[in-house]
């Protein structure tokens, strides 16, 4: 996990690296407008083998058509198991390219690499056991260009979770595929 982790880092690292007419390399090439958006995400997914919805945001620093930035994100829904509310979220880095940005409907991928927790309540909401864990979560996308200032996107991903150390939960009760709508508002 931690290989794919590394790979998958390096390769959106250095797809904003560009070669000069004087065979120099560089970060930011010539050309290279940087720039910026944020907005709200919706995701679709399942914890326990039941429907769940995931709220949040992020933003980033656009270097052409890669982005890196930040994220964050919690479950709505109440989920219950064995009479115990979970509540669940996660944040972290947010990195991706837009391929072929400039059309009005364009693939994009990205990956979402953070931290979070899951918390077991009671019904008085007194928590009962705590999990800190970590996330990755790779995407792909389909973006659509309503305007100079905003991306609607929808697309796929698949959550892998690692560090849930309870009796009654595992890795695989949060790990899973899930859809999702991203709102992208900026400077694109």
């Known amino acids: 996990m931690r290989k794919i982790v590394i790979t998958l880092v390096l390769v959106l690292s250095f797809a904003g690296l560009k070669a000069q007419d004087n065979g120099i390399q560089t970060l930011f090439g010539s050309g290279t407008r940087i720039s910026g958006f944020g907005g709200p995400i919706m995701s679709f997914t399942s914890i326990n083998g039941e429907f769940a919805h995931m709220m949040g945001g992020g933003g980033a620093v656009l270097l052409g058509d890669f982005w890196l930035g930040g994220y964050g994100e919690g479950l709505t829904n109440a989920i219950t198991v064995g009479g115990n509310r979970i509540d669940f979220g996660h944040g972290g880095f947010w990195t991706g390219y837009s391929f072929m940005a400039s059309k ?25 056991t ?52 991203s709102f992208k508002f900026g400077w694109f």
């Open 104 to 128: 009005a409907l364009h693939p994009t991928f990205s990956s979402q690499i953070g931290w979070g927790s899951i918390t077991q309540t009671d019904d008085r909401y007194y928590p009962l």
């Open 130 to 181: 705590s999990d800190n864990v970590f996330v990755i979560n790779p995407t792909l996308e389909l973006e659509m260009n309503f305007t100079k200032f905003f991306r609607l996107g929808l697309g796929a991903h698949y959550r892998f979770v690692s560090g849930v150390n309870t009796s009654t939960l595992t890795n695989a009760d949060f790990s899973g595929p899930g859809a999702f709508l």
